[in-house]
């Protein structure tokens, strides 16, 4: 939160400008700037939260695992993404699938101790209790989801709107940036 008064447009830019920079972001995993995922983590400063795995890579994408609902988005035809359907992961993918599942609900229940102990005592976490945890983690900064898809065909799109709805910080969960002109 910023709160006071401020003399000049500059700085009110420079206080908008750094607290844009705390604002979380879910960032594309791509490799079209030739820089590796390990070197976009350390460049960002940020501990990558897997939330889906890609069905097929480049031209061949069809779809994503959903690592919170454990199921594949597949896309339907060539219509720009625009229709899906949920279906069962394939087999190929199921065993990469749990083992990024696994991490995303361990990580995701350390935001919460009584899911973390219900976790360790074995118990399944719901879907609607992983999807609070991952959006109390995005909001206090403590891990970035990474999402896939393929801007190009438009495929990804959906589910990425999605994630910044359940995930990432609303202005209210924010706070408020006050400015007053001298």
Do not use: H
């Amino acid at each position: 939160k910023v709160a006071g008064t401020v003399k000049t447009k500059d700085e009110a830019q420079t206080i908008v400008d750094a607290e844009t920079k705390k604002a979380q972001d879910a960032w594309d995993a791509d490799n079209e700037d030739g820089e590796s995922a390990d070197e976009k983590i350390e460049r960002l400063g940020a501990k990558p939260l897997v939330i889906q795995v890609p069905i097929g890579v480049e031209s061949s994408l069809k779809g994503v695992v959903d690592l919170v609902k454990m199921k594949a988005v597949v896309w339907k035809n060539e219509d720009l993404g625009a229709a899906w359907e949920l279906t069962d992961i394939p087999d190929d993918l199921k065993e990469i699938s749990s083992k990024y599942r696994q991490e995303l609900v361990e990580t995701a229940v350390e935001q919460d101790e009584k899911l973390m102990e219900d976790y360790l005592a074995g118990k399944d976490i719901s879907e609607d209790d992983l999807i609070k945890c991952i959006r109390k983690g995005c909001i206090g900064f403590d891990f970035v989801p990474v999402l896939t898809g393929s801007a190009f065909k438009n495929k990804g799109v959906q589910p990425l709107l999605d994630a910044v709805v359940n995930y990432l910080p609303s202005p209210e969960d924010i706070g408020c940036l006050l400015y007053t002109s001298p």
